[in-house]
């Protein structure tokens, strides 16, 4: 298994521990660990690609993790409280949209290739740095203030990733069947 692939995996394992001392208010250990898999992602992406280790598993997983990290630091979020509703259905919206176009594209052509989209990484990355802010605040009573513009500006710009994949996919769609 690649370094990249390794590092992938290492994500997956952290999204149960993050969540297990998240839950058990270890609030220090939650945020330590989801900074370490956070850090992964920017890893296993660069590794690949400088390295030339770019592979079909890790086009899967890679994004798979990205979405359960993101997904239950969300949901934790929203079940204490913090995240609130609209913006846990933002998130969860714009991803299954992703994963039902990479299906839809995938059947139609065979390639688990699916390029994301510069607003998609600005849309995750902005959703990292809000999540980080909150698990901050947690241990930062100043945080919290910022954090909650942080979510917002990270709610927004993820709608706007789910506006230009779904327009992005449409597009592809009506160019491979044909239709103008």
């Not at 945020?31 to 899967?60: P, Y």
């Not at 994004?63 to 998130?91: C, E, M, N």
């Not at 999540?131 to 706007?160: E, F, K, N, P």
């Amino acid at each position: 298994m690649s370094v990249p692939n390794i590092l992938t995996s290492l994500r997956i394992i952290l999204i149960p521990l993050f969540v297990m001392a998240y839950s058990y208010n270890e609030f220090t250990l939650a945020a330590v660990l989801f900074i370490l898999a956070s850090l992964t992602d920017l890893l296993d992406g660069f590794l690949a690609r400088i390295t030339g280790q770019e592979s079909k598993l890790g086009a899967l997983l890679d994004p798979l993790a990205d979405k359960l990290l993101l997904l239950s630091a969300f949901s934790l979020l929203f079940y204490r409280g913090i995240v609130p509703l609209w913006v846990l259905i933002t998130v969860m919206s714009k991803d299954v949209l992703v994963v039902c176009g990479w299906m839809i594209r995938y059947f139609l052509t065979r390639s688990y290739s699916a390029p994301p989209s510069i607003l998609g990484k600005v849309a995750t990355f902005a959703q990292v740095v809000a999540i980080t802010a909150i698990l901050l605040g947690h241990l930062l009573a100043s945080v919290h203030t910022v954090s909650y513009r942080l979510l917002v500006i990270s709610a927004v710009l993820t709608a706007l990733s789910m506006l230009d994949y779904l327009y992005r996919g449409l597009r592809e769609l009506e160019n491979r069947t044909g239709k103008s």
